[in-house]
């Protein structure tokens, strides 16, 4: 335990400077850009020089960069993550309503990935060079060259449209006015394809790294000494080879995390599911600076919860990471 929480004060203490680079990095980027908010508010309802002068007052953006991004860090150290042109709310509650669909889209994929992948990368990897070891490769090679839009296209075309066995998108029933385990059930229906199309793609890098693991481990002196002491082949893959195989899986759950949050926003664009991914669409076609900051805020600090988590379980399988830590 003294092990993980002193690689979790290390961590915590290198991502508050990965948090700092990661907004001011955005913020001047955002600025670099051409054009800004009043731009598109103009271009979308019509204005004269007035209303162009007044809006920029209102909107901060009469003032310069240097003044801006000073008072977006001042009040970020207040939790403050300011107000939204777009929708004239607080920005903070703005993404507080997306984020659990996206966090839910996000988890169940990354379950349906890693925990498949992991199962079937076993299965293959039990017997290398098998009949079995070769389909899984091969298939998985052909899923994982799939683009995330395509395939949810035709998971769209062929069971919503075609089968109507799922909604064809949202994250639940419009009005439904359900509750309880019929509320729960209807947004698993609804979840059903949108978490397919983005965990398939990532169940099959798991499976080829599972299974590429454990090919390694087959050749190491504690499987080989295993299996002369006359343990059983079931035994020797799940006690020895599967175990040791897994510590890169975990390693990858952490670098992957960003990829399929990233992943997330072209299938929630897809399948319309209202998350962090939409949301910053319509940040980027408004030209809300603001609220865009705010959710690659949130996005970057989720990123590095996961990866706070991933070094800790790491730490945990392995007792030579806490103690290098630990000593360093």
Do not use: C, K
């Not at 009043?38 to 007035?50: E, F, H, K, L, R």
């Not at 998350?275 to 705010?294: F, I, K, N, S, Y």
Request: proline share 3%; hydrophobic share 55%.
């Amino acid at each position: 335990m003294s092990r993980a929480l002193t690689l979790l004060r290390r961590r915590l203490v290198g991502s508050i400077f990965v948090l700092l680079i990661v907004v001011i990095g955005t913020f001047l980027l955002l600025e670099a850009a051409p054009g800004d908010a009043v731009d598109a508010y103009i271009v979308s309802t019509g204005g004269d020089a007035g209303m162009i002068e007044l809006l920029r007052h209102r909107w901060g953006l009469d003032q310069s960069e240097l003044t801006r991004l000073a008072n977006y860090l001042w009040a970020l150290l207040h939790l403050d993550l300011g107000q939204s042109v777009t929708f004239s709310r607080p920005i903070r509650a703005v993404i507080t309503e997306r984020l659990p669909n996206t966090l839910l889209l996000m988890g169940s994929a990354t379950a349906l990935s890693f925990g498949l992948g992991s199962v079937l990368g076993i299965y293959a990897g039990a017997r290398p060079g098998s009949v079995r070891d070769r389909f899984l490769s091969i298939g998985s090679l052909a899923v994982y060259a799939i683009p995330g839009f395509w395939l949810g296209l035709v998971l769209i075309i062929v069971f919503a449209v075609d089968l109507r066995w799922f909604p064809i998108g949202g994250i639940e029933s419009i009005a439904s006015a359900r509750t309880g385990l019929d509320r729960a059930g209807d947004i698993a229906r609804h979840l059903v394809l949108p978490v397919s199309a983005l965990g398939f793609i990532y169940l099959a890098l798991y499976l080829r790294m599972m299974r590429a693991g454990m090919a390694e481990v087959w050749r190491q002196d504690f499987v080989l000494a295993a299996r002369a002491r006359g343990l059983s082949r079931r035994r020797v893959v799940l006690a020895h080879v599967a175990r040791n195989a897994l510590l890169p899986l975990v390693t990858m759950l952490g670098l992957q995390s960003a990829q399929m949050l990233g992943g997330s926003v072209v299938i929630e664009s897809v399948f319309s599911v209202p998350g962090l991914g939409r949301l910053a669409q319509e940040a980027v076609a408004a030209r809300d600076t603001p609220l865009l900051l705010g959710i690659i805020l949130v996005s970057a600090v989720l990123v590095v919860i996961i990866n706070l988590l991933v070094d800790i379980a790491y730490a945990v399988l392995d007792p030579r990471v806490g103690a290098n830590e630990a000593g360093a």
